[in-house]
């Protein structure tokens, strides 16, 4: 106890040090003068007096520097001393200064950024309760969304049988961007509504901060619609109004009641559709009705505790294996992960790539500014010298030059940390980038504790060679050859050579792995999407609930054509569900087989579905290899037609010209009239393989649907135009977000 | 000079502190130069006491917690800082007095054995 105080007391006293010392020169002078009085009364002289009392006092230097010791801590004073040398150093220096502080900061800032960045990915751990015990349960092994997902049925019957899983519980990942349309507010506005099961929330243990969460009845088919909003947009719409649960909102139409809003901290598709953006929640009934659209659910999983994930597998197989060939039920081949593995596994390698580069750029700014110190320090040998002379070790001095150098990378380390901050905020706004997390990238402890760290361990590693190097003469050596300055030894040369070496070896490393990354971006950029990109507009344009007939919808979409047609500008115009580099739509898959041939089970060919109008294959520039594309004649009364890629027809006849033979789909016989080039649909690394366009007027099953304008004006001049010819049709489409296409 | 004769004792580590404790109990609060004053005149002279290094002492058991100080006027006008003991101190000085106790009986019975052999 008394020990703690002193210890406070001890660090206090270095830092009230000039007070302190007054305090004592008073006392002591009290002491003096009391001491003479008494001596005078004793009958001394005055003057023998005095200098009996001065000498019965002892020294007062001695008694101050007793005082010191007992009261501070003689080891930081003589730190600090070197520390206020140190700074002292740096501003005559001030050239090398600034350059060292410059290189340093670059290093920490690029570090400490990708640390960063890799916190949020793969260290920290994700914004759930006890998230460890969260796993992906996908369907397959396939990279392919559509085969992840998983049937109601299939759900229900794990969920009941496992005894691995605390919770089971999904969201449909079919959801498409703006599905939604709000109308009633002051602007009518797309909005997109993720669909997730009565649980979800709970499950990842997400508590609404207004209102609650689903209820079982809310949950059933056909129940009246409830919808819980996310954070941004109850503070967007809503003005964060206290008391939005309970009132209605108008979606598609109908009337629809908040029940609850979520957290700010919760950010759906930072975790699971990364670049996208999410402003409700619906709930999504495990019912017979939606067992019938087939594989829907994107599954997660609560582990029980102390349950492992190959446990799990092991008893999911086992499950699977039970249910499987049930009435009308799909492929379940449950595939069970970490979510955090599911969620940013796949940036694990580009991280490590990424922050080995950093690690490298970092060495090589040691190695740099080591060889700077050392430089200087050759021209310091006789300082150092003359302080081995007047008695200091070689610890003492080494500690001096480390001192120093923790100064510079201290420094350096601050701007570095500046940096940092704005590279952090850089990253974390990056929009529309498939990064999940990212939002989550913010600087705070962890970063700073990472930025300390690079900073003490550069100021050692760089001051640790000049600081041995020049403490490690004899000084009547130093003294002696560093009469006019610098003689290298040759020791000293052999240091600074190794070190050149080192760093031009790390330089060429870096170069060399900056131009192979370069290469791979430029053929990124260079790929050949299969359509074209420039001076094309998109708009969503989904047919509102007063269309409810197939007829009644495809003379909304000619009425939409013929107008837009008619905007001064426009070259050509389509319809299409399924945008390239859009979202999830392009990854609806069914299969498609050669008409009269058997498959076996699971065996049929799959293909990406593309329900387009006759004016999207010219309107995009997809190339035609054979046949023809659609024409205004392939209608709902004509013969239905297919238009297949080229990795589709060869999967089908590997040997045949596709053009006129028949293919299957969906019960049904589809006569092949063209095939196109691949189009890039999802990424631009990414080819797509197998697709297949089918006439929206011959196939109503579309779920959104985009116009695609191309237009001999730039799009910013043609927005207005299109805007006021669409309006004409349906007032409350909300034509403001026209998209571009590249 | 007085450092050369033989018959003064140098202090032991930690005993200057447990004498100011002792005195300060017993004198009530007292300036440093009073303070030294006394462990002399108790002493009987036979401490040599280096005065300055009473203050080292002092900021130490101050530290501590074991003493307080306070700028106050001494019995001729003039400003001084008196020390007294705290109720910790006093505590600390029964506990240190124990000790000493002890170990002074234990040297007194080891230096009291007889000489091998008689």
């Known amino acids: 106890m008394s020990a703690v105080r002193r210890a406070i007391a001890r660090v206090a006293a270095v830092f009230r040090r000039a007070d302190l010392d007054r305090d004592l020169d008073d006392e002591l002078a009290t002491h003096v003068e009391l001491a003479t009085e008494e001596n005078l009364q004793r009958g001394m002289t005055a003057a023998d007096a005095r200098r009996a009392a001065v000498a019965s006092l002892g020294s007062p230097i001695a008694a101050r520097e007793q005082h010191r010791e007992s009261r501070g801590l003689p080891g930081l004073d003589s730190i600090l001393q070197d520390l206020r040398y140190g700074i002292r150093g740096m501003r005559r220096d001030a050239g090398l200064t600034a350059f060292a502080v410059l290189i340093i900061g670059l290093g920490v800032g690029a570090s400490s950024t990708v640390f960063n960045v890799f916190n949020a990915l793969l260290l920290r751990p994700l914004p759930f309760t006890d998230s460890t015990r969260l796993a992906w349960i996908a369907n397959g092994e396939l990279e392919n969304l559509s085969a992840q997902t998983v049937q109601v049925d299939n759900l229900l019957d794990f969920r009941r049988q496992s005894q691995s899983f605390a919770a089971v519980e999904g969201y449909s990942p079919f959801y498409g961007q703006g599905d939604v349309r709000l109308t009633g507010a002051d602007q009518p506005e797309r909005l997109t509504a993720v669909p997730v099961t009565e649980r979800f929330f709970p499950l990842l243990g997400i508590e609404p901060v207004l209102g609650r969460v689903f209820t079982a009845e809310e949950s059933l088919w056909n129940a009246p619609p409830t919808a819980i909003l996310s954070h941004r947009f109850w503070v967007r719409c809503f003005a964060a109004a206290p008391d939005v649960v309970g009132t209605a909102m108008v979606l598609d139409g109908a009337p629809v009641t908040v029940v609850g809003v979520l957290p700010e901290s919760f950010d759906f598709t930072a975790v699971f559709a990364p670049g996208t953006g999410a402003d409700l929640f619906v709930p999504y009934p495990l019912s017979p009705e939606t067992n019938r659209r087939g594989n829907t659910l994107a599954l997660l999983g609560r582990l029980n505790p102390g349950v492992r994930v190959d446990e799990a597998q092991v008893e999911a197989d086992l499950i699977a294996e039970r249910i499987r060939g049930a009435e009308r039920r799909n492929e379940f081949r449950p595939t069970i992960a970490p979510l955090r593995e599911r969620v940013s596994g796949e940036f694990r390698r580009a991280l490590l790539v990424l922050a080995g580069a950093v690690g490298f750029l970092m060495l090589l700014v040691c190695a740099n500014l080591s060889n700077l110190l050392l430089a200087r320090a050759s021209g310091r040998h006789r300082e150092m010298a003359i302080r081995a002379a007047l008695g200091a070790g070689r610890p003492r001095l080494v500690r001096q030059m480390l001192i120093e150098s923790l100064c510079l990378s201290s420094v350096g380390a601050a701007v570095g940390l500046a940096l940092a901050v704005g590279g952090t905020r850089l990253v974390a706004g990056i929009e529309g980038m498939s990064v999940p997390l990212l939002q989550a990238v913010r600087v705070d402890l962890d970063v700073l504790g990472f930025c300390l760290l690079v900073a003490v361990a550069t100021g050692i590693v760089v001051g640790l060679a000049p600081a041995l190097q020049t403490s490690a003469l004899a000084p009547h050596l130093a003294l002696k050859q560093g009469g006019r300055g610098a003689v290298g030894g040759s020791g000293r040369d052999w240091m600074r050579r190794s070190l050149v070496v080192c760093e031009v070896a790390l330089a060429c490393l870096l170069v060399t792995g900056a131009a192979l990354f370069g290469r791979s971006l430029v053929r990124v950029l260079e790929v050949d999407l299969g359509f074209r990109t420039d001076d094309i507009l998109a708009l969503r344009i989904d047919p509102g609930r007063e269309y409810s007939t197939h007829a009644q919808r495809t003379a909304y979409f000619d009425q939409i054509l013929d107008r837009v047609r008619a905007v001064p500008g426009v070259e050509a115009v389509g319809l299409t569900d399924a945008l390239p580099l859009g979202d999830n739509y392009g990854w609806r898959l069914w299969n498609v087989g050669v008409a009269g041939r058997a498959y076996d089970r699971g065996q049929k060919p799959l293909a990406l579905v593309r329900i387009v109008d006759d004016g999207y294959i010219p309107a995009m520039r997809i190339t035609v290899d054979a046949g023809r594309t659609f024409s205004a004649n392939d209608t709902s009364e004509s013969e239905p037609v297919i238009i297949v890629n080229e990795p589709l027809a060869r999967r089908l006849w590997p040997e045949a010209d596709p053009v006129g033979r028949r293919v299957e789909i969906m019960g049904r016989e589809r006569r092949v009239v063209g095939v196109v080039r691949e189009v890039r649909y999802f990424a631009l690394e990414q080819a797509s393989g197998p697709e297949m366009y089918l006439p929206i007027r011959q196939i109503p099953d579309y779920s959104s649907v985009d116009l695609v304008v191309s237009a001999s004006l730039p799009p910013a001049a043609m927005a207005p135009g299109l805007r006021a010819a669409l309006a004409e049709i349906d007032p409350t489409l909300p034509a403001a977000d026209f998209r571009t296409m590249r | ?118």
């Open chain 2, 1 to 118: 000079m007085t450092k050369t004769k033989p018959a003064r004792l140098d202090l032991l580590q930690g005993t200057l502190d447990l004498m100011v404790l002792q005195t300060l109990r017993s004198m009530g609060p007292l300036h440093g130069y009073g303070i030294a004053r006394r462990i002399e005149q108790v002493s009987g002279h036979q401490v040599m006491l280096n005065q300055g290094t009473i203050y080292a002492s002092l900021v130490r058991l101050q530290q501590r917690g074991w003493i307080s100080a306070r700028w106050g006027t001494s019995s001729n006008n003039r400003k001084a800082k008196f020390y007294s003991i705290t109720a910790r101190g006093s505590k600390q000085l029964a506990a240190e007095i124990a000790d000493w106790q002890r170990l002074a009986d234990l040297m007194g019975r080891v230096v009291a054995l007889p000489e091998e052999g008689s």
